[in-house]
C-alpha cells in the first residue's frame, strides 16, 4: 500500500480492502507526513488489517496525524533508502529518491518518496507531493525514474507540479489524478494543460475543484482501476 487516505475517508479505504479481501498489508509506504496521506493507518488497524513493514522517509514532523501514523506503525516501521529494491515475487518496488533528492530543504512535499513498480513490462511512478519549483525536485528525479508507462498525477494536479522537465524525462502514456473537493482549486489549468500537450491520457477519481476535464479525459466518480497482464500489456477502467 502506498499512502493510505485522509481523515474523513478512511472509511472508503476501509471498505475497498474489505471487498478486495485483504486483510494484511505486507509492506506499507508513507510518501510524506501530510495528513491527507497518511490519517487511515491506525483505522485500518482498528478495523483488524495487520501491516508488516512500514517504510517511509525517516525523520519527524510535527502533526497529531504524524504521531498517529507512528504510533500505528510501531516497531514495525523503517526508513526506506535510495536505490532499495523490495521484491514481491515478479513485481519488484524501487525506492527511487527521497528526502528532497539531496537538495537542502524542509519543505515537506520536497521529502516525498519516489517509487516504481514494475511488473514485466510495466512501470507505474509514485511520486507523493513531488514539486517542480521552489525546490525544482521533478528536474532531478525524472531522469531517475525514466520511462513509464503510468504515472500518478503529483501533488493532486497543484501547479507547481507535473513540469515539463518531469514528463519529458518519465514519458508516461497514462496519468491517474488522485482529486476531490478540495481548497486549493485542484487541478489547475495549467498543470492539465501540460498533460494534455505531452499526449497524457488522464483518469481522474472525481472532477476536484479547479480545472474542468479535457474531451479525451476519463472521470471515474471513484477508484481507477489497473490491470496488468504477465506481459506487461495493461488496461485501465473506472
Not at 491520457?201 to 496488468?228: F, K, L, M, R
Request: charged share 15%; net charge negative.
Amino acid at each position: 500500500m502506498i499512502d493510505n487516505g485522509r481523515q474523513g475517508s478512511c472509511n472508503d479505504t476501509i471498505a475497498f480492502m474489505s471487498e478486495q479481501g485483504i486483510s494484511h498489508i505486507d509492506y506499507h509506504f508513507a510518501t510524506h507526513y501530510h495528513a491527507d496521506h497518511i490519517a487511515c493507518l491506525d483505522d485500518l488497524l482498528d478495523a483488524g488489517v495487520t501491516v508488516g513493514t512500514c517504510y517511509d522517509r525517516g525523520g519527524s514532523f510535527d502533526t497529531q496525524t504524524y504521531q498517529d501514523y507512528i504510533g500505528a506503525c510501531g516497531a514495525a516501521r523503517q526508513t526506506a533508502s535510495k536505490g532499495q529494491v523490495i521484491s514481491l515475487g515478479a513485481v519488484t518496488i524501487e525506492v527511487v529518491d527521497l528526502n528532497g533528492a539531496g537538495l537542502s530543504t524542509s519543505d515537506e512535499n520536497a521529502q516525498s518518496l519516489v517509487l516504481k513498480v514494475s511488473y514485466g513490462s510495466f512501470t507505474h511512478v509514485f511520486a507523493g507531493d513531488l514539486p517542480g519549483v521552489s525546490p525544482n525536485v521533478e528536474s532531478i528525479v525524472g531522469p531517475e525514474v525514466g520511462d513509464v508507462d503510468v504515472c500518478k498525477v503529483t501533488h493532486h494536479g497543484s501547479n507547481s507540479s507535473m513540469t515539463d522537465a518531469w514528463l519529458n524525462a518519465t514519458d508516461p502514456e497514462v496519468c491517474i489524478l488522485s482529486v476531490g473537493n478540495n481548497g486549493f482549486g485542484h487541478p489547475t489549468s495549467g498543470t492539465l494543460g501540460r498533460l494534455h500537450a505531452h499526449g497524457v491520457e488522464v483518469y481522474w477519481t472525481q472532477t476536484g475543484s479547479g480545472a474542468t476535464p479535457g474531451a479525451g479525459d476519463h472521470v471515474c466518480d471513484g477508484n481507477v482501476i489497473i490491470t496488468v497482464g504477465s506481459s506487461g500489456a495493461y488496461d485501465i477502467t473506472c
